[in-house]
């Protein structure tokens, strides 16, 4: 039985801009000995912030042939419905997500 795994990435507005997709994804695929390499993309922070570069980051890693999904980054320092509703209110109800939960102390 072969191993394959599938390498990632994590992209927020902290990452250098603009990316080159097509060489991030090419080399997520190299990793992975051709795999399918994935990117989750930080739509939101707590209640407040949306990543201005949430669609572009979305579409280029798309395009270039990652599969997608978005993540909230969660302080758990708000009401997580609230946190949760305002991430929905920004990707939509199609896109897979994910909640990186960060404890606020560090």
């Known amino acids: 039985m072969t191993d394959t795994r599938h ?4 992209l927020s507005s902290n990452d250098g801009h603009p990316i080159d997709y097509p060489a991030m994804v090419a080399a997520l695929r190299a990793l992975g000995g051709g795999a399918q390499p994935f990117v989750f993309v930080k739509a939101t922070e ?25 993540y909230l980054f969660d302080h758990g ?3 997580a419905a609230a946190e949760v509703a305002y991430e929905h209110r920004v990707i939509g109800p199609a ?6 939960l960060e404890d606020p102390l560090g």
């Open 7 to 10: 390498y990632g990435i994590d």
């Open 46 to 70: 707590s209640t407040g912030y949306t990543n201005p570069y949430y669609q572009t980051d979305m579409a280029g890693s798309a395009a270039a042939g990652s599969a997608t999904a978005a």
């Open 77 to 79: 320092t708000d009401s």
């Open 95 to 100: 896109v897979p997500s994910a909640d990186d």
